[in-house]
């Protein structure tokens, strides 16, 4: 029986030489080297020498979660806002129901005119308005659960063509209740004032007219609604009497002339 030599050349494993000053030896790494004069290669597996896999950074990854909670807060909020709204809503027909609310409403039960003297001097330098009215008001509540409380009451008494100041006055404050009617009788109304040429030129055409001067009452306060339990806070109105005739005695209506020395 005839042996053959293998053909593959015998390989020879060295160890590393050991480190130089001292130094701390890592586990051996084995080196085969061919016996032929072949180069030398590592059959040892190094994990240092492949590098982590990292995911790519994503800006538009970080902004997700603020962004989804500014939208969620949003939907949320108005959301909210519906439901009281709705809340609300429902809540003021179910008292209109229950109470429904009416207007107060004021009239003018007549209307006096004492005194009406507009005087002007012959050059027409400078004009004096003197007035006296006197009124009768009534006020009317018409609801069955409201209360109105009133404060002092301001008058003033206008032309309504041209807004052309007669004269003020004052209405005292009271208490308005529910099914309750008060009347005020003898409410002054009064000026004496200096008058310019532009504001004379207004006012004449309405004395000359014969079916009476055109007025208008205005009259401001602040007013309180208590209903039940509840009670609103003080709110301003303007109450606006319009449409008025005044009609004055032709001797109690003066338009003279005046010299002056």
């Not at 701390?24 to 590098?51: D, E, F, I, R």
């Not at 709705?86 to 209109?96: D, N, P």
Request: with cysteine; aromatic share 6%; proline share 7%.
């Amino acid at each position: 029986m005839s042996v053959f030599p293998s053909s593959k050349p015998a390989a020879t494993t060295t160890a590393a030489p050991p480190p130089a000053n001292g130094a701390t030896a890592g586990p051996p790494a084995a080196t085969t080297t061919a016996t032929n004069g072949g180069a030398t290669k590592s059959n040892l597996y190094n994990p240092t020498s492949l590098q982590p896999y990292r995911q790519p950074y994503n800006r538009r990854h970080h902004h997700r979660p603020r962004r989804n909670y500014c939208c969620c807060c949003c939907f949320w909020t108005i959301l909210i806002i519906l439901i009281l709204a709705l809340l609300v809503a429902i809540a003021g027909s179910i008292l209109y129901v229950l109470y429904r609310p009416h207007r107060p409403s004021f009239t003018l039960a007549s209307l006096r005119i004492h005194r009406l003297n507009l005087t002007t001097t012959a050059d027409s330098a400078s004009s004096h308005l003197s007035t006296l009215f006197n009124l009768t008001l009534s006020s009317k509540n018409p609801n069955s659960h409201l209360t109105f409380t009133y404060d002092p009451f301001t008058l003033s008494c206008v032309t309504s063509n041209n807004d052309v100041f007669i004269g003020n006055g004052t209405l005292p404050a009271f208490i308005s209740n529910s099914k309750n009617e008060t009347t005020f009788k003898g409410v002054v109304i009064t000026t004496s004032s200096d008058l310019d040429a532009d504001t004379v030129n207004n006012l004449r055409p309405d004395l000359k007219k014969k079916n009476g001067i055109p007025l208008k009452i205005e009259m401001d306060t602040k007013v309180t609604v208590k209903m039940d339990g509840l009670k609103s806070k003080k709110v301003g109105i303007r109450v606006t009497c319009d449409d008025i005739k005044g009609t004055v005695p032709k001797e109690k209506v003066c338009l003279a002339l005046r010299d002056e020395q």
